[in-house]
């Protein structure tokens, strides 16, 4: 009788999961790793290497804050999503500073440790000062025979924040001041410590040739969105002018928050090293920023997102600009007189033109289109001249439209919240289009932005004055430290 029961159960669920549907199966394993995950973990290392096994995976996707909707046809889903502005109704603040740079190093310790703002070549009285009667306590607590600093300068030379790091050790004691001014006319300071950062961090590295050669074994090591992203910094730091480092052992080391339900997963940095010898070739950092989508700075300051913001594909060619597009027309014989036959001669042409707003991006049929930037998508439909298009809201009044799409992503929502890097459409010709290609437009308050005009600096391009404190402190607290 008992042999009888177990072989009914056991027959019974086989059945149940025939008949059951994949989704169901799915949510019990989520639910088992959700469970899974809640188990006690043991406290980590400062910066702990982690193996991921998210190869191919998308994360980048948020369920929509609206119902579904099941009809995405509609051409006004937001009619001032459509409306046309000039480049004069473009408010807000669209440049940054322009002259930011920063330097580092580590400053051999002295008797005159307090006199270090001056010896790194900040020469402002009233803060030489306040940094003198701050830090006592300081550089009691130092370790090692150097400190560590990053320090950033505006335009004209003006100091914008400072860093140090209580010696060149890197671990649960590591501890970083940030000194920036503030708009009362004194000077801020945060506190941050390696222990409390290291909570959510993973460093992972990688070798050179591999990010450069060999997508398959990145995709191994991180979601589909960060592999796009990591592309993306590493072309822009990586010294072409040197090739010798892909025949070498060098290596790229990264520094990633994987996040969780309520936070993105992000890479906090990258930077192309010599393990041997600690020699960092060049690196980059992210800068979560209030009101506008974060970005990436190298250690020297040079903002690296203008590249992000105008790589929307892997495309062949710019097949059209930003500017005047001329319109061809059929001129018509015309008659000298009544009743005469036509004239051979033709009417004076008339020059037409139209207003072509957008890049466009010559590319086949079904290549994979991604976000620029995080953000949620406001329309999703086929529009007219524009044919299959997405637009993403961004922070700070931001728009990106994605026009003459073959397709949409399946699991893409009206409503979704989409990380950058997310693979949202794929290239077509729907709509006004004489050909293959990807119709990208910026918008900043409605107004077309050319992203490629080199007069135009938005704020998501450059550093922003309060910001610099950020980049200073995250490359003390993530950085290698650079051999003496």
């Known amino acids: 009788m008992y042999l009888f029961r177990a072989a009914v159960q056991c ?19 989520a639910l088992a790793q959700t469970s ?4 006690p973990k043991r406290t980590p290392k400062p910066v702990v290497q982690k193996s991921s096994g998210t190869a191919n995976k998308q994360i980048g996707l948020k369920p929509s804050a609206v119902n579904r909707v099941s009809n995405y046809n509609s051409m006004n889903l937001n009619p001032e999503l459509f409306q046309k502005k000039g480049e004069s109704e473009l408010t807000g603040n669209t ?62 030379n003006r100091f914008d924040s400072l860093s140090i790091m209580n010696g060149p050790v890197q671990d649960a004691k590591t ?32 070798p050179l040739r591999d990010v450069l050669y060999d997508p398959r074994k990145v995709g191994d090591k991180l979601p589909v969105e960060l592999v796009w992203e990591l592309n993306g910094v590493i072309k822009q730091i990586y010294p072409e002018d040197n090739n010798s480092h892909e025949n070498t052992n060098s290596v790229v080391r990264i520094i990633v928050d994987f996040g969780d339900k309520e936070r993105w997963a992000q890479i906090r940095a990258v930077e192309i090293i010599d393990p041997t010898t600690k020699e960092i070739f060049s690196s980059a950092f992210w800068v979560e920023r209030d009101g506008i989508p974060g970005g990436f700075f190298t250690s020297t300051g040079e903002a690296l997102e203008r590249s992000f913001w105008t790589n929307p594909l892997s495309y062949r060619r710019i097949s059209r600009g930003v500017g005047s ?27 037409k033109y139209r207003a072509h707003m957008g890049i466009d991006y010559a590319a086949p049929i079904g290549t994979p289109v991604f976000s620029v930037a995080t953000g949620k998508v406001v329309h999703m439909g086929f529009s007219g001249a524009f044919g299959n298009l997405i637009i993403l809201e961004h922070p700070g009044s931001y728009h990106t439209y994605y026009a003459h799409l073959s397709k949409f992503n399946s699991e893409l929502e009206l409503g979704n919240e989409v990380r950058r890097g997310f693979e949202i459409g794929y290239v077509g010709l729907t709509g006004r289009s004489t050909g293959p290609h990807l119709h990208f437009e910026l918008r900043k308050d ?3 932005v050319d992203p490629y005009a080199a007069r135009m600096q938005l704020n998501l391009w450059s550093m922003r004055d309060d910001e610099s404190g950020l980049l200073t402190s995250e490359i003390l607290l993530l950085g290698s430290l650079a051999p003496n």
Do not use: H
């Not at 027959?11 to 999961?17: D, E, I, N, Y």
């Open 11 to 29: 027959l019974g669920l086989t059945f149940l999961s025939l008949i059951l549907p994949s989704n169901v199966l799915m949510i019990s394993q």
């Open 36 to 39: 899974s995950a809640t188990q």
């Open 95 to 156: 440049t940054g500073n322009l002259d930011f740079r920063v330097k580092r190093g580590c400053l051999r310790r002295s008797y005159s440790e307090d006199k270090l703002p001056n010896a790194i070549g900040i020469d402002d009285r009233a803060f030489a000062d306040f940094f003198k009667s701050k830090t006592k306590r300081f550089f009691d607590g130092m370790r090692g025979d150097c400190i560590p600093y990053a320090v950033a300068f505006g335009s004209r």
């Open 175 to 206: 501890e970083v001041w940030t000194f920036t001014p503030s708009a009362a006319g004194s000077f801020l300071i945060q506190q941050e410590y390696l222990k409390e950062e290291a909570k959510q961090l993973t460093e992972i590295q990688i």
């Open 325 to 351: 597009v001329r319109v061809t027309s059929t001129s018509k014989r015309v008659s000298n007189k009544k009743g005469a036959a036509p004239s051979s001669a033709e009417a004076p042409s008339k020059q």
């Open 446 to 448: 409605g107004v077309y």
